[in-house]
């Protein structure tokens, strides 16, 4: 799978669709779920007050360059993402990170 699938264009920037497994001892990029057409993220922080999505916009933020924000699914594993940012530099840099 392409990482475009996971991610659209929108008026404000860029939606990116992720999973996300908190509580990891390795944060970071953990490559792409075909099947479900989103990128896998892992956050050392908890499900718990908002923790994890806090880590998960940093990590966004982290790899694009882009303000990032968690807008969809907050209390789930399975997230939308807002980046601030062009569609082309944030395709190319996700695909940089979970592409490796």
């Known amino acids: 799978m392409d990482i475009s699938e996971a991610v659209r264009s929108v008026s404000k920037g860029v939606e990116v669709e992720i999973s996300v497994s908190p509580r990891s001892d390795r944060p970071g990029a953990d490559g792409v779920d075909e099947w479900r057409k989103r990128l896998n993220v892992r956050v050392r922080a908890p499900p718990l007050d908002g923790r994890a999505n806090k880590d998960v916009e940093e990590l966004f933020k ?16 399975q997230k939308t ?10 395709i190319e840099r996700l695909r940089d990170a979970f592409e490796r």
């Open 81 to 90: 993402v807002l980046i601030i940012g062009d569609m082309d530099t944030v």
């Open 62 to 77: 982290e790899l694009t360059g882009f303000k990032s924000e968690v807008i969809h699914g907050q209390t789930s594993r």
